[in-house]
T-cell receptor
Framework: KQEVTQIPAALSVPEGENLVLNCSFTDSAIYNLQWFRQDPGKGLTSLLLIQSSQREQTSGRLNASLDKSSGRSTLYIAASQPGDSATYLC?????????????FGQGTRLTINP | DTGVSQDPRHKITKRGQNVTFRCDPISEHNRLYWYRQTLGQGPEFLTYFQNEAQLEKSRLLSDRFSAERPKGSFSTLEIQRTEQGDSAMYLCAIILAADTQYFGPGTRLTVL
């Protein structure tokens, strides 16, 4: 059974710092890995998707890496801003016959202090 | 706008009542997923559709839960005889370009 773990559960940093969020998964047989952002009481916003054959993806100040063999992914946020405060969720895509159902970690609650 | 709307956004009901949620993609998509998220946890997969066909159901989906997707467009999720443990956010998602899953805003269910 695929399990996804995110460390740390919560993180508080001053504005302007670069930071790294970690995600690990137990089964390397994944189709892709997706990072999401969730604001309180809201749905999920997709940030980045890394296909299983890729090593990293970048979007603006965000960079996500994937090491499938070791079951790890990181989300790097550069020059953090108060507007980055949210919960960040990592999810791996699994399932027979390309079902692509997502298995999520519990998330990292990020607070950027002005 | 993720291209997915959900209705209602909030639902408060008494234990034992039936509730129905609706998910509407703005355009037709082959695959549609339902997830459930409890407070402080990541979402958990419930079920998914390929067009009209419901292809997989999680063990979380007890026999009190039923989902449909008539004509392969919108989808409904019904919970019969609700229990307090059903209180959660119910999320719908579709796949757009390059395998990315896009989520609707969710329906928050509170069972009293």
């Amino acid at each position: 059974k695929q399990e996804v773990t995110q460390i740390p559960a919560a993180l508080s940093v001053p504005e302007g710092e670069n930071l790294v969020l970690n995600c690990s998964f137990t089964d390397s047989a994944i189709y892709n890995l997706q990072w999401f952002r969730q604001d309180p009481g809201k749905g999920l916003t997709s940030l980045l998707l890394i296909q299983s054959s890729q090593r990293e993806q970048t979007s603006g100040r965000l960079n996500a890496s994937l090491d499938k063999s070791s079951g790890r992914s990181t989300l790097y946020i550069a020059a953090s801003q108060p507007g980055d405060s949210a919960t960040y969720l990592c999810a791996v895509s699994t399932g027979l016959q390309g079902a692509q159902k997502l298995v999520f970690g519990q998330g990292t609650r990020l607070t950027i202090n002005p | 706008d993720t291209g997915v709307s959900q209705d209602p956004r909030h639902k408060i009901t008494k234990r034992g009542q039936n509730v129905t949620f609706r998910c509407d993609p703005i355009s037709e998509h082959n695959r549609l997923y339902w997830y459930r998220q409890t407070l402080g946890q990541g979402p958990e997969f419930l079920t998914y559709f390929q067009n009209e066909a419901q292809l997989e159901k999680s063990r979380l989906l007890s026999d009190r839960f039923s989902a449909e997707r008539p004509k392969g467009s919108f989808s409904t999720l019904e919970i019969q005889r609700t229990e307090q443990g059903d209180s959660a956010m119910y999320l719908c998602a579709i796949i757009l370009a390059a395998d990315t899953q896009y989520f609707g805003p969710g329906t928050r269910l509170t069972v009293l």
